[in-house]
């Protein structure tokens, strides 16, 4: 199957460099492009892309908002990709749904790869933004663990993979983990999303951290 992706950037330029990396990788296909975050949700809307390439500094909308509006549509999955990795950006980010993570430094192979992974409903964070996220959670004021609502509605088996997305842990390794198949997981991780009203397992991830599992 063919990754489609619309990117979103108001450089010209690094749009330009980002399609020819994306069009020349196996199994991917830049279908649009959007130089903000309104015509990113208009063409995301009218070319119906598997994956939106996402940078957060836009004139108008900016790549925050429209990653909320993508996400809370259930248009398709948003990676973000940007310069900055300023802890506003990166929160404002993964509470507005966006799958992943990544600075625009990264190389061509570790892109390409996060687009695919990203696409097939995994989370992607760049390294800096993992360890500075690690660093936040260790460094803070030790505060009882705090259980969303819906918690109690996951089955033993779910509080596994919602403990297993806590770790940062793939679809695969989840399964190796738990000795089930990767569609199962991806059902279990489905259902952990609903039932704790999350938008993206990097979201999932937090709520682990922030619940003790």
Known sequence: MTVRVLLADDHGAIRSGLALILNN????EVVGEAADGATAVQQAHALRPDVVL???RMPGMDGIA??????AEGLCEVLV???FDLDEYVHGAL???AAGFLLKSVEAARLIEAVKLVAAGEGVLA?????KLIAAFAAGTP???TKPAGFDDLTDREREVLACLGEGLSNAQIGTRLFIGETTVKTHVSRVLTKLALRSRVQAAIVAQEAGL
């Open 25 to 28: 990788a196996e199994g991917i």
């Open 81 to 83: 990709l940007t310069t």
């Open 95 to 97: 509470r507005a749904g």
């Open 127 to 131: 390294p800096q933004v993992t360890r």
């Open 66 to 71: 429209a990653t909320r509006e993508l996400v």
């Open 54 to 56: 996402m940078d957060i």
């Open 143 to 145: 505060q009882p663990a």
